[in-house]
């Protein structure tokens, strides 16, 4: 079995930053990508970033340009540097991996972590 844990949420002013992580532990895993995604209240889980095992990286166009992917493959762990924060990012931040193949689809992605809430105020 495999768990994603997500840290670093909070409440933050908006054009402050946040940095989310993500560390993947359980059986021997090695993920071709791992990605993030959020979900606002009343709306479906959209895609934000991803990076791939080779460091290859993919944003949503709402965030290219203040958010940035990386990874840290020794430690199977994923980063999320978010600046310039607005209150449209508002949302629960999920961690995702695919041991194969990377998606902007949430349904692509085999195993999810529990989330954390970012909430930027105005």
């Known amino acids: 079995q495999v768990q994603l844990v997500e840290s670093g949420g909070g409440l933050v002013q908006a054009g402050g930053s946040l940095r989310l992580s993500c560390a993947a532990s359980g059986r021997t895993f090695s993920a071709s990508a791992m990605a993030w995604f959020r979900q606002a209240p009343g709306k479906e889980r959209e895609f934000v970033a991803a990076a791939t095992i080779n460091w290859a990286t993919y944003y949503s166009d709402s965030v290219k340009g203040r958010f940035t992917i990386s990874r840290d493959n020794a430690k199977n762990t994923v980063y999320l540097q978010m600046n310039s924060l607005k209150p449209e990012d508002t949302a629960v931040y999920y961690c995702?991996?695919?041991?194969?193949?990377?998606?902007?689809?949430?349904?692509?992605?085999?195993?999810w972590g529990q989330g954390t809430q970012v909430t930027v105020s105005s």
């Open positions: 995702a991996a695919n041991e194969f193949r990377v998606s902007r689809l949430a349904g692509q992605y085999d195993y």
